[in-house]
Every structure is written in C-alpha cells, then in structure tokens.
C-alpha cells in the first residue's frame, strides 16, 4: 500500500494497543486516553502498562498528543504503520458488489457515464469523495512544440499532439534561455521525436539527459534538460476525471472549518493537481494509500487518498479512488476501492 514502514516496529504489545488505539480513533473521532483503552475487551492490560506503552508510541513518533486532552490520536506514522501491518481489511458486503456491478452494467455502453456512475459509486459507499479518471487513448503522439521566450524565467510552451489538439503552458526555468538555446531546443524535440508517443518522448528525453549529464557539451545538457522539463508536464488528450460527493467531506470535523474546505475545493477545481495524483498510481499494482503529506500537496496534509489503476486487456488506461480524512475506515475503504476497479475493468473489457 505505496510506501512500506521504514521505522522500527513496536513489539506486539505496542502494535496491539496502536491497532486498537486507531481503530477507536477512527470510529469516534476523539482522542484516546488510558482509561478507555484498559476496558477493550480486546486489551488485556493495566492502566499503567498501557501508559507505559502509550508512552513508548509516542516516542517512537506513532502517537501524539493534542494540548486539549490527555488522550492520544495517531500521526501519519502510524496510520502508516497501521495501513502497511496492522489493519484487518474487510471484503465488501455481497450487496454493495451487487449494487457497483448493476450501476457499472447499466452505462456500460455510454463511457462518460460509466465513469460518472463509478465516481458516485464510490462517494455513496464510502461517504467520501469519489473520483476515476476517464480512460486514455491508446496512443497520444507528439506532433510539433514550440518555445517562446517569456520575462523571469519563464518559457511559453505550445504542444501539438494527435494533430488538433493544442496544449499551452508557462514553463519556470532555474535560468534565463535565449530564444537562440529555446530555438534549439524546439528543433532538438521536432527533429528527433515527432510521431512519437508522448511516454516514450519522456523516456527517451530522460535517457538523453543522463547521456549528457557528465558532458563537456554543457549547453547540449541544458538544451535536453528544457525539453524534458517541457515534456514531463505535457497531458495526454481526453485524461479528465470525474468527481462526485466533495461535499461528504465537510461531515468530518478535521475538515470541516471554512478555510480548510475553501482550500480543499480549491484543489478539486485545479484539474492539474488532481490529475497529478492520479498519474502517480497509473503504473501501481494495486491499490496505492497516499496519507497525509504523502501525496506531495499541502493542501492534502489531513486527508488520505486511496487509488487503484484500472486495465482494459493489458493496457492501463486509468485510476479511480476515493479522497477523505486521514481518519478514514481503510479496512473499508482500500477493499472497495480495490472491487471497483475490477469490476469496472470487467465492463471496460467486455465492451471492448
């Protein structure tokens, strides 16, 4: 589930009582203290082994605790800890596959809406937000680039790909090019890669760069390194995504307050960000838990975004999951994210 815990692992003891610690703080949203934690059934210790080991979590950057209260919640440590070791995932109830295989089965012959469905799909069953993306084109080609010079470091870049369709984008330097080095660089990219598809553009210009990297020709290096930097932001055509249910979040009170959901819808309208997010599990196996500052945006520091790639034959074609607090029921949650995503290929493929 993305990135292994890397930190040394309680004992048995302590991964007990932080299973325990989580899946209390998930279900009712309040810190945990001692005192609630010596009357799980589950927990068969003192009050004072149970500080003590309370304690230890902390130290070891698993726990913390908020000013207002004695009680503990997890850091994104340990929901990370919890997430890769110490969860007990929970297969999806028969009647809530019942129900994603007939919303999917029902517009599978209209994509936009397939998608459109799956999107709710997932808000309604998780009470978060739902978001797939709509499945790429087989192959999207680079046809033609230009560089135009721009003040303060900046580059306007125009792409051309499949033919029609047109990408603009302000590309920020580390330097100042000439429009004589951006000139060349144009021709570097249109002479050596057009008809080419845009990953292999990307691939090939990052092989070129590490060729260069050690070079006396540093004006080469730099030419390549501002095309790759070009090329890396470049959007296939048709990579949208559809969004359902952001309103769910404003249910849980970590979120909940205006400015952090001004930022949060912020976010969902910047189409970039969240495509970005996305992309980054195109080529996962399986389902991806991006925690906290795990996905790489501030704004997303308090949430959890949980993904899957979807295929069609074997082709990766897309990415669907769910975006909610960093107090979310993973066992839930990561299960169903998971039957989704097949499902959803189950109908992609036998459209197709």
Known sequence: MSAEASNPLPNDRGQQLLRVLIQRYIRDG??????????????DLSPATIRNVMSDLEEMGLVSAPHTSAGRIPTPMGYRLFVDTLVRYRQPRDRDIRKIRKRISGDAD???ALISAVSSMLSQLTSMAGVVSVPRPALATLRQIEFLPLSE??????????????????????????ASELQQAQNYINENYSGTSLNEVRERLLSDLDSTR?????????????AQLAMDGAVDPGTEYSLAG????MNFAELSDIETLRKLFDAFSRKRLILDLLNR????????VFIGEESGYKIFDDCSVVTAPYHVDDDTVGVLGVIGPTRMAYDRVVPIVDVTARLLES?????N
């Open 246 to 249: 952001e309103t769910n979040l």
């Open 214 to 226: 050690d070079s006396v020709n540093q004006a080469m290096h730099d030419i390549i390194a501002v």
């Open 347 to 351: 109908a992609l493929s036998q459209k």
């Open 30 to 43: 309040l810190p945990v203290g001692s005192r609630t934690l010596s009357k799980d059934p589950g927990l």
């Open 153 to 178: 470091n900046r580059v306007l870049v125009i792409l051309v790909v499949n033919d029609r369709e047109v990408q603009n984008r302000i590309l920020h330097t580390d330097r100042d090019y000439t």
């Open 281 to 288: 599990s195109i080529h996962a196996d399986g389902v991806q």
């Open 110 to 112: 209209n994509p936009g």
